[in-house]
């Protein structure tokens, strides 16, 4: 009775050990709540991520939520429901101007364009004067400011009173333009990909504005964001997220197959649109190393020029730890 009772006790003792040492038992990844838009494209990123556990790879464990919306999604982050979201770097700017003490890592540098009807006679940003112009993302639009800036500069145009433009989300502005209700539109880059695809011509490039104005077009204007505070006391985790984003934009750039199995998620109407999307994508991925801040300095204020104190609050100038300093 006592062997038995002593081979009982070994054998629990032995399990209780295995199971210690197993995988299971080993350090769990360090969980990384993110949040993105409904329609963004990161989510593409991220289950490209989730699919070849890149995240698991560099110790972490991405897990995503969506969001309606921007103010929602900043919402989340300063009420700490969320670690990072993705965002532009001018709100981040803006916050720590304000004393909230946020921070920016590159995810892309892609932006919209200003597109026409095939058979429209709009050659240049001159012929929008008296049209109606669909903008995407509102009145403080980044992409809106640089295309006014440039309209301004090059042909003498103020666009918000020498034409007409008319704000609403990006499938509304698409829908009334395919209705035929706005003369050309400002959107978002996969919505003016798609609209590209179907036939619309870009007459202004948001990037090619910037490189007009004497700007780096280089620098990425949307990027992870998070809480200064949260990124000191996870600096694994950080650099994990960097590290997966990095692995799965890199596989995104060099291989078809991978967009191949995307195209469920992507839903696109047709090939046309899906290469489309595919090359948008790739040509947004950010250079690596740092940002160039003078560069960014000088976005911001042309940015703060036109868009002011309701775009940029206090933050004129850029402040001191927008950009993260991740290795």
Do not use: C
């Not at 008296?130 to 301004?152: E, F, H, R």
């Not at 590209?196 to 077009?217: M, P, Q, T, Y």
């Not at 078809?256 to 649109?273: F, H, K, S």
């Not at 300095?297 to 609050?313: F, N, P, Q």
Request: aromatic share 6%; glycine share 10%; proline share 5%.
């Amino acid at each position: 009775m006592l062997i038995r009772q002593n081979r009982k006790a070994l054998g629990g003792f032995l399990a209780a050990a295995l199971l210690m040492l197993s995988p299971a038992a080993a350090p769990a990844d360090e969980l990384v709540r993110l949040t993105l838009l409904a329609s963004g494209t990161a989510g593409w990123e991220v289950d490209t991520i989730k699919q070849h556990h890149f995240d698991a790879t560099h110790g972490v464990d991405v897990e995503a939520q969506a969001a309606a919306g921007k103010e929602a999604a900043d919402i989340a982050l300063l009420g700490g429901a969320t670690d990072v979201i993705v965002t532009d770097w001018i709100w981040v700017n803006r916050e720590r101007a304000a004393g909230k003490k946020l921070t920016f890592m590159p995810f892309s540098r892609q932006v919209g364009s200003i597109d026409v009807a095939a058979g429209s006679p709009i050659q240049d940003l001159a012929g929008l004067r008296g049209k109606k112009i669909g903008v995407a993302g509102g009145p403080l639009d980044k992409s809106w400011i640089l295309i006014q800036a440039l309209a301004k500069r090059k042909f003498g145009l103020d666009l918000t009173k020498d034409a007409e433009p008319v704000y609403g989300a990006p499938p509304l502005i698409s829908a009334k333009f395919k209705s035929g209700e706005l003369d050309a539109v400002l959107t978002f880059w996969q919505f003016a990909a798609k609209l590209e695809a179907a036939g619309a011509r870009r007459i202004a490039g948001v990037a090619d504005a910037s490189k007009e104005l004497g700007l780096n077009a280089e620098v990425p204007l949307l990027g992870f964001v998070f809480k200064e505070d949260w990124a000191a006391a996870h600096p694994a985790a950080v650099a994990g997220l960097q590290a997966a984003s990095r692995d799965a934009k890199t596989l995104l750039a060099t291989s078809d197959a991978e967009w191949v199995r995307l195209r469920p998620i992507i839903n696109p109407t047709n090939d046309a649109e899906m290469e489309q999307l595919k090359a948008g994508y790739r040509a947004g991925i950010p250079v690596a190393g740092p940002i160039d801040t003078k560069a960014a300095s000088a976005l911001l204020r042309v940015l703060s020029d036109i868009g002011g104190a309701e775009l940029v609050g206090d933050g004129r100038e850029l402040q001191a730890g927008t950009f993260a300093v991740v290795p």
